[in-house]
C-alpha cells in the first residue's frame, strides 16, 4: 500500500530558460523530510545526486529531461534543502516513498557516484519499480576500497569535528575524484559552491543503513533491466575500478567512457553525456 502522507508544498515556477513548470515541496518521512522538485511529463525519471552537491549537481539535465519526460530530483537527507537525520534511515525506503508521491510506479533511474551505488541497490530489491538504471561514476556497494581513499575520507571528517572546517572542504574539494573538474572555473565555482552549503553532512549525528547480506556487489547477476554504466576515463582509479567490476557483472550492461572527464561527468560535458543518455533512454523505452 503506498503511503499518503502530508506535503507541504514550497512554490510552483518555471524551470529556467523558460521550460516546463516545476513543483516544489517536502515530504514528511519517518524521521525527517525529504526536498523534491518535479517537472515535466512522459515516461517518470529519478534523478540522485552525489556526495559532492545536491539536487543541483544536475541543473544540466533536469530542464533537458522535462521536455520529454516526468523528471524527479531530490536532497538527500542533510543535503541541501533536506533536514539532517537524527536517526539511521533507509534510502531506499525513501526513494520508495518519493515514488509514490510523484505516483511513479516504474521510473528510469539515474545516480551518479553514492546516488549510483543507491540506485543498484533499489533495482535489486525493488526491480518492479525500475524501467533503467544509469549509474554515473560509481560502482555497487560491497567492493572494498583502498585504504588511502578511506583515509582521505576519514581525514575529512576528523578535521570538520575538530571545528577546521576550512582545511576539510579544501582538502575534499581536492580529492583525485575531481582532477578535471578543477581545471574547469565554471564547473568548478559549482561544486566548490555546493561543497560548501553542505559542509554540515560531514558531522550528522547519523547516517543510514541499508545493509544487504549478501552485499550489492555479489546480487549483480539479478539485474534484468537495461542498464548503463558511464565512467569517467580520468575518475579515481579505484572508481573506474568498480565501475568496470559492475558492468561486467551485470548482464547485458551498456558501458560508455566519457574521455576527459571524471567523477562528475554529466557537469563537466553535459551535451554529451545529455546526448550518451538520451540514446540509452530511448533503448530502453
Keep these: 500500500m503506498r503511503t499518503r502522507a502530508m506535503i507541504v508544498f514550497v512554490a510552483s515556477a518555471a524551470c529556467a530558460g523558460g521550460g516546463a513548470r516545476v513543483e516544489t515541496g517536502t515530504l514528511p518521512v519517518a524521521g525527517g523530510e525529504l526536498y523534491f522538485e518535479v517537472a515535466g511529463s512522459g515516461e517518470p525519471i529519478v534523478l540522485i545526486h552525489g556526495g559532492f552537491g545536491d539536487r543541483r549537481m544536475w541543473d544540466d539535465q533536469f530542464d533537458v529531461l522535462a521536455r520529454d519526460y516526468r ?49 543498484l ?48 572542504l579544501t582538502k575534499w574539494l581536492a580529492n583525485p575524484m575531481l582532477a578535471v573538474v578543477n581545471t574547469k572555473p565554471e564547473v568548478k565555482a559549482r561544486v566548490e559552491r555546493m561543497v560548501r552549503e553542505n559542509a554540515a553532512i560531514w ?27 558511464v565512467i569517467g576515463d580520468r575518475d579515481a582509479r579505484s572508481v573506474r575500478l568498480f565501475a568496470d567490476s559492475t558492468a561486467r557483472m551485470i548482464p547485458g550492461a551498456e558501458r560508455v567512457v566519457m574521455e576527459g572527464t571524471d567523477h562528475l561527468p554529466h557537469m563537466e560535458r553535459p551535451e554529451e553525456f545529455n546526448r550518451i543518455l538520451a540514446a540509452f533512454l530511448r533503448s530502453a523505452d
Design 121 to 168: 541497490t533499489f533495482g535489486i530489491l525493488h526491480p518492479e519499480r525500475v524501467r533503467s538504471l544509469t549509474v554515473v561514476a560509481s560502482g555497487a556497494d560491497g567492493f572494498r576500497y583502498p585504504q588511502a581513499d578511506i583515509d582521505a575520507i576519514t581525514e575529512v571528517v576528523a578535521l570538520m569535528r575538530g571545528g577546521k572546517e576550512e582545511e576539510a
Design 203 to 229: 558531522t550528522m549525528p547519523a547516517w543510514p543503513q541499508q545493509p544487504l547480506t549478501p552485499p550489492a556487489a555479489r546480487r549483480l547477476d539479478r539485474l534484468r533491466m537495461p542498464v548503463l554504466i
Design 71 to 119: 523528471v524527479l530530483r531530490y536532497d538527500h537527507r542533510g543535503f541541501g534543502r533536506s533536514p539532517a537525520p537524527d536517526t539511521t534511515y533507509s534510502p531506499v525506503r525513501d526513494l520508495i516513498h518519493l515514488l509514490d508521491r510523484a505516483e511513479m510506479d516504474r521510473a528510469h533511474i539515474v545516480g551518479n557516484s553514492l546516488g549510483g551505488a543507491l540506485a
